[in-house]
């Protein structure tokens, strides 16, 4: 029996210690993104699929989460 309160016991700190360290807060999620990326003319030339589909993927969530407008 003292081992389940124990464990209990431990179970029940790790939860509080969890919660009291989970704040929320207001963060600007639009705050670390740059709208224009720009890239010299070798850069383009060397881009493959996955970089423009990478490309792709960063300018759709810059729209959708931030409102920029192509």
Same mark, same amino acid.
């Given at each position: 029996?003292?081992?389940?309160?124990?464990?209990?016991?431990?179970?029940?700190?790790?939860?509080?210690?969890?919660?009291?360290?989970?704040?929320?807060? =207001?963060? =600007?999620?639009? +705050?670390?993104?740059?709208?224009?990326?720009?890239?010299?003319?070798?850069? &383009?030339?060397?881009?493959?699929?996955?970089?423009?589909?990478?490309? =792709? &993927?960063?300018? +759709?969530? +810059?729209?959708?989460?931030? +409102?920029?407008?192509?």
């Amino acid at each position: 029996m003292p081992k389940r309160m124990l464990a209990a016991a431990a179970l029940l700190s790790a939860a509080s210690a969890c919660s009291a360290t989970s704040a929320v807060t =207001d963060t =600007d999620v639009c +705050g670390p993104w740059e709208p224009s990326l720009r890239f010299s003319a070798a850069a &383009v030339q060397a881009m493959d699929e996955e970089d423009i589909r990478q490309l =792709d &993927v960063y300018y +759709g969530t +810059g729209e959708r989460l931030c +409102g920029w407008s192509p």
